[in-house]
Each structure stands twice: as structure tokens, then as C-alpha cells.
């Protein structure tokens, strides 16, 4: 009989961390109150993309273009402690993320800019790719001004579990650029609770 309520509490246990907690099983479970921060979230990055600093360094990047034959197989093969990654590492926006990521409430796990072809202007730490072009991330801000929320995941360049936020960066209301930042989850779970 002890054995019997033994395992009984243990299914209980189990079926109590199941139901009471975002993750579980290496997947994230989105709650009502998470999605609240999220919202919250975005509304600040959009503050954050409207910023002159920002504006600026994509209209800058607009009138200069991608880097010659810069493509994102070559821009894997780029060390992070090479010079041209230290540019987009100490830019004025680059700078101004990093002090945006310093006072921000949740753990911001990235943020990276983007010019019109989906080109890196600005990032905290290097990014995967250098062109997000043809990616939800970049085209849904960009083309219809409105911001994206992407699916919970592991995130390769972070080693974290993130979700990203999209926002377009906007100059006469029209979108030149895209903002994108990362968000822990753990630290957000936290936050909603």
C-alpha cells in the first residue's frame, strides 16, 4: 500500500509540474500573462527603433547597401573578434541597443538592426546571418509596418531559449529598416508570474 501512494504522488508530481510551468520538455508553452509582457515588449522596441540613432544608421546603411559580395554563407565564416564585426559591434546604434539591453526589465538575449535589404546596420553580438531578407523576422515589419512575433526557440547565436520581436523602423511613416530583439524566456516567465 506505501508503494502505491508512493507512486501516486509521484504521477501527481508530475502532472503538477506539467500544468504549472511554461516550460516543459524542451518546448515553450505560451500563457495569457507571457503574451501580456510580450505585448508590452514590443510596444517599448518600437520606441527603441523610432530612436534619431537608430533612424539615422539605417538611412545611413540605405544610401550604401550590403557589403560587396558579402553573402550569409561568407558571413558565417567571419570570426567574432574580427574587425569588420567590431564595427557593427561599437556603431552609434549598436551603442544605443547595448544601453537599451542595460535598463530593459527583461533579459534582451540579442537585438540587431537591419537595413531595406535585410543587410546588418547595427548588433549587440554577431548575428547568423548577415541578410534576413526572405525571412518572416525582416519581411512582415518591413513591408507592412506592423510588428512580428516569432515562436519560441532555441536560439543558436544566444544559446538561449528566445523568442524574437520584430519591429519596423519608420522615416515618414513608411518603413526603411527592421529592429529585431530577442527575449529571454525564463526571465520573461518570471516577469508574468
Do not use: C
Not at 508503494?3 to 504522488?9: G, I, P
Not at 538575449?109 to 547568423?128: D, H, P, Q, R
Not at 538561449?160 to 519591429?167: N, P
Amino acid at each position: 500500500m506505501k508503494n502505491v501512494r508512493l507512486f501516486a504522488a509521484s504521477v501527481l508530481g508530475m502532472l503538477f509540474l506539467l500544468f504549472n510551468t511554461s516550460l516543459y520538455a524542451g518546448e515553450f508553452m505560451m500563457t495569457p500573462a507571457i503574451q501580456s509582457q510580450l505585448d508590452k515588449q514590443k510596444t517599448l522596441i518600437a520606441t527603441w527603433a523610432a530612436n534619431p540613432i537608430v533612424v539615422q544608421a539605417v538611412e545611413k546603411q540605405n544610401q550604401i547597401g550590403p557589403l560587396p559580395g558579402m553573402d550569409n554563407a561568407k558571413w558565417k565564416l567571419i570570426r567574432r573578434s574580427d574587425a569588420l564585426i567590431n564595427e557593427f559591434q561599437t556603431n552609434a546604434a549598436a551603442q544605443y541597443l547595448k544601453s537599451m539591453q542595460a535598463k530593459s526589465k527583461v533579459a534582451i538575449s540579442e537585438a540587431f538592426l537591419s537595413a531595406a535589404k535585410g543587410e546588418k546596420v547595427a548588433f549587440i553580438e554577431k548575428t547568423s546571418s548577415y541578410i534576413h531578407q526572405g525571412q518572416a523576422k525582416f519581411d512582415l515589419p518591413f513591408t507592412t509596418g506592423k510588428a512580428w512575433q516569432g515562436k519560441p526557440e532555441f536560439d543558436e547565436s544566444t544559446q538561449t531559449y528566445a523568442i524574437q520581436i520584430a519591429v519596423p523602423v519608420l522615416s515618414a511613416s513608411k518603413p526603411i529598416g527592421v529592429l529585431v530583439v530577442g527575449i529571454n524566456l525564463s526571465q520573461l516567465e518570471k516577469l508574468a508570474n
